[in-house]
């Protein structure tokens, strides 16, 4: 069994809350006694919990992170950007999803209850910002990791969505092309609208508006970028490009052009957007609107633990900014 506390105290005829001071530094213990301790310390082999210990300082030196599923193709990226920073700074990371709903969101709640972390990064699960906001009023740091246009009452760290799919648009008016498909994601995100609005603005400001049948609502899969290509071309509706809202929708549409037999991009260019490690990989490679989510994730982890060290939480929203990466999709080799 492990060595305890009380193991320690009762070798060194003490209380628990001597050994706790001595262990703490925090109040006063006779020399004599506090020497008697740690020898009784280093005798039993005792290693107090670092939990334990950060909790009698005030501090845990540990990260929460609240996150919808590890499932989402660029949570990687994001989370790697986090732990970037939070192992650079000696602290741990404590990591929820909530695959199971209700569920999940009450264990964390009980970490949250227990004070198992100092502040807490999120990157929000449906349904639950009003959740996160009443925890950040009640005094607990969090910063908001992609806010999807959300707004929040507390710090976030975003993209620049409008631009960046502005700056496709551009691309795709450069190359000549007129009639651009595009894949959107779900309409109850932000971030859809923002893209949306963007591209839109692009084709509007070159005076060539896009034509509303080719605008298809989409989930961010694989499967509705590829049925939005079968369907057009089902359809015989003309279209010379595809715009879509992530790398995974228009991988589909990568494949269903293949299928057709369409040349890429001869026939259609195709842009997507998030720039995963996938749009290098596709058939050709894909040119895409990077979002900088390894650079939010670090850039959140740091806001928050610069809090820990004194400085303010920020009061605006920090933002770091969207590239377009040209590959072979749109004629680049």
């Not at 209380?15 to 925090?26: C, I, Q």
């Not at 999120?122 to 349904?127: A, K, N």
């Not at 008016?173 to 994601?185: A, H, I, K, N, Q």
């Amino acid at each position: 069994m492990p060595i305890t506390i009380a193991d320690v105290a009762a070798r060194a005829g003490v209380s628990k809350t001597t050994v706790s001071r001595v262990l703490n530094g925090k109040g006063e213990v006779r020399a004599g006694t506090a020497d008697r301790v740690r020898g009784v310390i280093t005798d039993l082999g005792y290693v107090p919990s670092a939990r334990a210990v950060g909790l009698a300082r005030g501090r845990t030196r540990v990260v929460g992170m609240l996150v919808p599923a590890l499932t989402w193709p660029w949570m990687g990226e994001v989370l790697q950007g986090v732990v970037d920073v939070v192992e650079a700074a000696g602290y741990g990371l404590l990591l929820f999803t909530c695959d199971r709903g209700d569920e999940s969101m009450r264990r964390f709640t009980s970490q949250v209850s227990a004070r198992s972390f100092d502040g807490l990064l999120v990157v929000e699960p449906e349904g639950t910002l009003d959740h996160i906001t009443a925890l950040h009023e009640r005094g607990l740091p969090v910063i908001l990791v992609d806010d999807r246009g959300h707004q929040p009452r507390f710090p976030s760290v975003q993209t620049t969505n409008e631009a960046g799919a502005h700056a496709a648009a551009t691309h795709l008016l450069d190359l000549g092309r007129r009639r651009p498909l595009v894949v959107t994601g779900p309409r109850r995100f932000g971030c859809t609208h923002a893209r949306l609005a963007g591209f839109l603005g692009g084709y509007a400001d070159a005076g060539q508006p896009v034509d509303a049948a080719l605008v298809v609502e989409g989930d961010f899969t694989f499967d509705c970028g590829r049925a939005a290509v079968q369907r057009l071309l089902a359809d015989d509706v003309p279209f010379d490009a595809v715009f879509a809202h992530n790398d995974l929708s228009a991988a589909g549409a990568l494949q269903a052009l293949r299928d057709a037999g369409r040349r890429v991009p001869h026939d259609v260019a195709v842009v997507g957007f998030d720039d995963l490690p996938l749009a290098s990989h596709t058939h050709p490679p894909l040119t895409s609107v990077r979002q900088p989510l390894r650079q939010m994730g670090a850039a959140a982890a740091r806001a928050l633990i610069g809090h820990f060290d004194g400085a303010p939480l920020p009061d605006t929203p920090t933002v770091i900014p969207t590239t377009l990466t040209v590959r072979a999709s749109t004629g680049t080799t």
